[in-house]
């Protein structure tokens, strides 16, 4: 199986930037997918290919890749910003979807 | 605007089959990819596999043997049968759409493996 690394929490005032890091060894060949996950709800997209944004998501939210590690970057974080954050991939074949055991966000 | 609906028995006994049907609304079925993916409680995501719309399939090798994805085109549903449940399946199961795509990185040819849309996930117990 294919393994994706989160750090599993992290915790910011409102205002401040945050940044969610994700590594994985097939990285640099695999786009990474990163999604927004509130209580109760359904995992939401906010970051494909790397680093776009599907409509209707924040411009505070972008994405950046390098190597072996991706990074999901929340500017000026908002109250409703608080979430559990998963990244997503695939293994070096192309095959394996995996996901990364997700990254809590707290907002002070 | 698409959505998606997950449908089937909340609560399943341990040796059994869970069965769940997902109904695309407000789209057409083909031309996707439609996935399966579950939530245990407390816990983070699995992906458990997917369906093209022409039937052909892919399925996490952790759950292989196990598992088997349908598709009715002319009903716009897709479907997941999982077999000889345990208290380990017990999960929100969630249904999402993954859209077509390819792209090129070292000579080879990758598929984009995002989900854009997803359903608002089944509650599935399994327990006697």
């Known amino acids: 199986s294919y393994e994706l690394t989160q750090t599993p929490s992290v915790s910011v005032s409102p205002g401040q930037t945050v940044m969610i890091s994700c590594s994985g060894d097939?990285?640099?060949?695999?786009?990474a997918y990163w999604y927004q996950q509130k209580p109760g709800q359904a995992p939401l997209l906010v970051i494909y290919k790397d680093s776009e944004r599907p409509s209707g998501i924040p411009e505070r939210f972008s994405g950046s890749s390098s190597g072996t590690e991706v990074t999901l970057t929340i500017s000026g974080v908002q109250a409703e910003d608080e979430a559990d954050y998963y990244c997503q991939s695939t293994d070096n074949s192309g095959t394996y979807v995996a996901f990364g055991g997700g990254t809590k966000l707290t907002v002070l | 605007q698409v959505q998606l609906q997950e449908s089937g028995p909340g609560l399943v006994k341990p040796s059994e089959t869970l069965s769940l049907t997902c109904t695309v609304s407000?789209?057409?079925?083909?031309?996707?990819?439609w996935s399966w993916i579950r939530q245990s409680p407390g816990k983070g995501l699995e992906w458990i596999g997917y369906?093209?719309?022409?039937?052909?399939?892919d399925y996490n090798p952790s759950l292989k043997g196990r598992v088997t994805m349908s598709v009715d085109t002319s009903n716009d549903q897709f479907s997941l049968i999982l077999t000889s449940v345990t208290a380990a399946d017990t999960a929100v199961y969630y249904c999402?759409?993954?859209?077509?795509?390819?792209?090129?990185?070292?000579?080879?040819?990758?598929?984009?493996?995002?989900?854009?849309?997803w359903g608002k996930g089944a509650t599935v117990t399994v327990s006697s």
């Open positions: 097939a990285l640099p060949i695999q786009y």
């Open positions: 407000g789209g057409s079925i083909t031309t996707y990819y």
């Open positions: 369906i093209y719309y022409t039937g052909s399939t």
């Open positions: 999402a759409r993954r859209p077509p795509g390819y792209y090129s990185n070292y000579g080879k040819t990758y598929y984009y493996h995002y989900m854009d849309v």
